[in-house]
Each structure stands twice: as structure tokens, then as C-alpha cells.
């Protein structure tokens, strides 16, 4: 479901079947990797947009938590994030998946208290658009099982 | 005098009027094509029933088959090409088409997904599960059948139009 005042009703009311929150992570830099930024949230919008249509009756899209992009050296603060984390398990969320193309999260993996899926990022820029949904297609063809699995490790609800 | 004046057209009437006139011209242009707009796509989606070419017929066996098609959809802000997806099957002389969404909560189904059930609809969410002609099974979730695609063939290509509940 997505964070909209159209699907937020049937979120409040059919809670015991939605157990699962995706969040989006995405960097920001107005700087030299601007460029990149730009690409990763295109990139990690429209699959997060696509595996919402594939699961909405389970998993509720949540706005993306942006930040400030990391340094080489530093890695992306998890104290903020696990804030998040744990506002939505107390409400019951009780699968957390954040979906990012930041690869310095993979650092910070074991500090979060959720699953996070990284994906290798793939420029949508220049294809043309019947192949962009092809390669579309092809990634989330892949997290499909991906998510099925967490469900399945992590128990029913 | 008084009655000359009331019939004599001032130079600040005339302009007045003249300018309303063509005004009026203006609008009339204008409003002439967003009427035209306005109208067509109604006309349109009536005489051609808003079908969509999803496959050829020879691609069609018993089994349900998994069919992407795309259309322009238009909402409030922007125009986006949506892609919905189709399990169609022969039946007999019947060719079914079925929406791949679960009725329960509008999660993707699919068909023998689930390796215990592998005649049936599955749906990943919640165990939802449907029977080859869209009935759900009872003890899962959902609480209709899969809704179904108006279908329509026309010189050895299938064409579906909207989904309509099965109840
Ligand atoms: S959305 Fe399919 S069983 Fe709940």
C-alpha cells in the first residue's frame, strides 16, 4: 500500500495483513555525486513503486528516508535510522525492508535492526523505454522470491 | 438632444462592443475543440470497446498463461502507461482471461506457484488461493473470485477489455 490518503484507510483498517514496511534509503549530495543521487533515487523509486504493485496487500511503502550521502571514509549513521526502525515495530511492522543502491549501507548492515537489500545500481537514463521495463522486470523478478523468503524466515504473522 | 444622444454610439461603446464581439469569437474558438477533445475519447471507447491486442490465438493452450499489456491511463497530473497482466486459457471453445489481482488485498497472483497446490491461483501475501476458473477457495482469504476480462478475438488475435467482478 502506498503512503497515500487513498491507501492509507485500508492500511489502518486491514493492519493484521499488513506486517511488512518498505523503505526506500536514499543519499543525498549536491555536489559532484549529485548526478548519482539522482540516479539512485530514480532507480530505487521505481522498484520500490513496482514491488508495492506486486505485494500491496502486505507491504506498505513508506515515505523514503533520505540523508546526507557518506564520505569514503564515514559510513551512513544507523542511529537515526533504527529510530525509524523501531517506531515502525512498535506499531506492529514486524518485517522491515529497506531497499537501497547506497552500497556503504552494507557496512552498517548488522547495526540495523531490519533486512536491507542492496542493488547494484542501474542507470535508466539512456535506454529506451520498452527495454528500461525489460531490465525492470528482469531485477524484480529477482527480489520477488527474495521478499517471499523473509516472510517465510522471519515467520507468518 | 437627449434622445440623440442615447442613439448615437460613443467612440468608447463602440470599441467596447466590437472587442466583446470578437472576444466572444475567441471564446467560441476555444471552447470549440475542448468540447471536441472532451467528447472523442467517449465516442472512442465505445466503438471500439477500449479492447487491447494481448496475444495471438495459436499462443493459447489449457494451461494459464501469463499475458503483459500496457495502455495510456490518465489521472490528474500526468499521463503514465500502466501494464497490466492477464492469465488467459482455452477452455474448450471458451477463452478465459483472468486479472492477476488477488481480490483479498490486491497482491500479484499466480498460477501453480505453490508447489502443494499446483492447479490452483496463488497469492504470495496471504495464502490466498483460486481454482483454474478464478473461484476462490474457501479457508483462504479472499472472498470472490478472480475478476475476469471481457474478451473479444477478431481475425486470430485476442483483444480484452475491462475486468469485471465474477459475482
Ligand atoms: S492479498 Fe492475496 S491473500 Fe491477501
Redesign the interface.
Known amino acids: 500500500m502506498r503512503w497515500s490518503t487513498e491507501d492509507i484507510p485500508s492500511f489502518v483498517k486491514e493492519r493484521q495483513y499488513v506486517d511488512t514496511v518498505l523503505l526506500p534509503l536514499l543519499p543525498v549530495e549536491f555536489g559532484d555525486g549529485i548526478r548519482q543521487s539522482a540516479a539512485m533515487t530514480e532507480f530505487i523509486t521505481v522498484m520500490t513503486a513496482e514491488l508495492e504493485k506486486q505485494f500491496r496487500g502486505r507491504i506498505l511503502l513508506a515515505p523514503s528516508y533520505t540523508y546526507l550521502a557518506a564520505d569514503e571514509e564515514s559510513r551512513p549513521s544507523s542511529e537515526e535510522l533504527n529510530k525509524w526502525i523501531e517506531s515502525m515495530k512498535k506499531e506492529k511492522l514486524k518485517h522491515i525492508i529497506l531497499l537501497t543502491a547506497d552500497s556503504s549501507w552494507k557496512k552498517a548492515e548488522h547495526d540495523l535492526d531490519a533486512f536491507l537489500i542492496w542493488m547494484p545500481l542501474v542507470p535508466l537514463e539512456n535506454l529506451e523505454a520498452s527495454y528500461k521495463k525489460q531490465v525492470i522486470s528482469e531485477q524484480i523478478k529477482q527480489l520477488l522470491p527474495v521478499i517471499m523468503d523473509i516472510w517465510k524466515k522471519e515467520g507468518n504473522s | 438632444m437627449s434622445d440623440e444622444q442615447n442613439h448615437n454610439v460613443s467612440r468608447r461603446q463602440f470599441l467596447t462592443y466590437t472587442l466583446t464581439g470578437v472576444g466572444g469569437f475567441m471564446a467560441a474558438g476555444i471552447i470549440l475543440p475542448m468540447a471536441r477533445f472532451a467528447i472523442d475519447p467517449v465516442l472512442q471507447a465505445e466503438s471500439e470497446g477500449d479492447m487491447k491486442a494481448v496475444t495471438d490465438v495459436s499462443e493459447l493452450t489449457d494451461t494459464p498463461q501469463r499475458f503483459d499489456f500496457s495502455y495510456e491511463q490518465e489521472d490528474a497530473w500526468n499521463t503514465s502507461e500502466v ?1 497490466e497482466t492477464a492469465f488467459i486459457y482455452q477452455s474448450g471453445e471458451e477463452i478465459v482471461a483472468l486479472s492477476n489481482t ?1 481480490t ?5 497472483v499466480s498460477w501453480g506457484s505453490s508447489s502443494d497446490h499446483p492447479n490452483q491461483f496463488y ?4 495464502g490466498g488461493r483460486y481454482e483454474k476458473d478464478g473461484t476462490n477457495i474457501e479457508g483462504t ?1 479472499p472472498t470472490e473470485p478472480l475478476h475476469k476480462y471481457q474478451v473479444e478475438v477478431r481475425e486470430g488475435t485476442v483483444y480484452v477489455g475491462k475486468a469485471e467482478p465474477q459475482v
Open positions: 501494464t488477488c483479498h488485498l490486491g497482491c500479484k497469492c504470495p501475501c496471504h482469504p
